[in-house]
């Protein structure tokens, strides 16, 4: 069983910078793809980033340039750098282990304009 826990969520006005962690149990973190995937109130849960064990990375187009996903895998840890944010990237923050069902609780982020 895997657990997954996402943390660093919080209130930021527009512009502004969050970095969110998805701590992992055990090293099959290491092993797989792992993303991010975000769910605004009333909205479909929509994937935000992807980053594969090897490092390669994709994003959706909403954020490119502004987000950035990258891991750790020493600590079993992928994190979410969310920067120039804007009020429409607010939502619940999810990290997935990919091709599994498991997801952590989720992390709110709310932007404010």
């Known amino acids: 069983q895997v657990q997954l826990a996402e943390s660093g969520g919080g209130l930021v006005q527009a512009g502004g910078s969050l970095r969110l962690s998805c701590a992992g149990s055990?090293?099959?973190?290491?092993?797989?793809?792992m993303r991010w995937y975000r769910q605004a109130p009333g909205k479909q849960r929509e994937l935000v980033a992807v980053i594969t064990p090897g490092g390669n990375t994709n994003y959706a187009d909403s954020v490119k340039g502004r987000f950035a996903i990258s891991r750790d895998n020493a600590v079993n840890t992928v994190y979410l750098q969310m920067n120039s944010l804007k009020p429409e990237d607010t939502g619940v923050y999810y990290c997935n282990l990919a091709g599994h069902d498991y997801w952590g609780q989720g992390t709110q982020v709310t932007v404010s304009s």
């Open positions: 055990g090293s099959i973190l290491r092993f797989n793809a």
